[in-house]
Structures are given as C-alpha cells and as structure tokens.
C-alpha cells in the first residue's frame, strides 16, 4: 500500500493508471483518503522529523526563495507610491507611513526566524517523545 501511495504521489498519475504490481488502485486510493483522514501521514511526519532532528540529521535555517512567487495577472501597473496617510489615524499613521511593505516583510521574516530557532533550541533540551 505504502509504495502504491508514494509511487502516486512521486509520479502525478491518476489513481486508475497506478501500476497493477500496487494492488487494486481503488483499495490503494481508499487507504491513502482513510490515513489522511485520520492523521496518520502527519503522525508518521513528526516521528520521522523527531528521530532525525534528535540525530542532528536537519538543519533548521529558513531561506526564502521569491523566484516562486506569481503576481496575478491584474497586478501589472499597479500604484508604487504609498496610500496616502488619513488625518483621522493621527500620529500612528505616521509612524508607518515611513516603513516599506519590504521592510515590515523582512521584519517579519526575521521576527519568524527567531522563532523557530528558539522552538528548535528547546525541542533539543527536551526528551524525545513517542507516541
């Protein structure tokens, strides 16, 4: 069952053109939709990702990779400049009008990273956990 399921998913085909070697494709689809249903793919995740993150198999930096970032199609020509501010939200208003999109962004990404990194430091002083 298990290959049939990564064979699928590696390859793209359709759950009818799976191999005959899997088994009946519908019995592979159906306990393919149970294991999602029920948590067991994400269950498997975290015990894979938990012996490996034990046996410093992963490296947790993050990177951002914005060559796969799409703009729709109707974003061509739209405004650059900033909105401008409104008297009614007073000094607040001001205080970010200052600040880019990219810099809020990066700011952001930075305030995520620190994150991670001190979940992953308290991940590695805590015992691991079986379930």
């Known amino acids: 069952m298990i290959d049939g399921i990564l064979h699928r998913v590696r390859t793209g085909v359709q759950w009818r053109d799976l191999p005959e070697r899997f088994g009946p494709w519908k019995t592979v689809y159906e306990r393919h939709r149970l294991w999602s249903a029920d948590g ?8 894979v990702q938990a012996a490996a993150d034990a046996a410093g198999e992963i490296d947790w930096d993050i990177a951002v990779d914005s060559t796969i970032v799409r703009a729709h199609q109707h974003a061509a020509g739209a405004y650059t400049d900033p909105p401008p501010a409104l008297a009614s939200k007073g000094a607040q208003a001001a205080e970010h009008q ?4 990219w810099q809020s962004l990066h700011a952001r990404l930075a305030e995520v990273v620190r994150e991670v990194r001190a979940w992953a430091a308290r991940a590695v002083g805590s015992p691991a956990s079986s379930t």
């Not at 067991?40 to 015990?47: D, G, H, K, P, V």
């Not at 200052?98 to 999109?101: L, V």
């Open 40 to 47: 067991t793919w994400e269950r498997l995740l975290q015990q």
């Open 98 to 101: 200052a600040e880019t999109p």
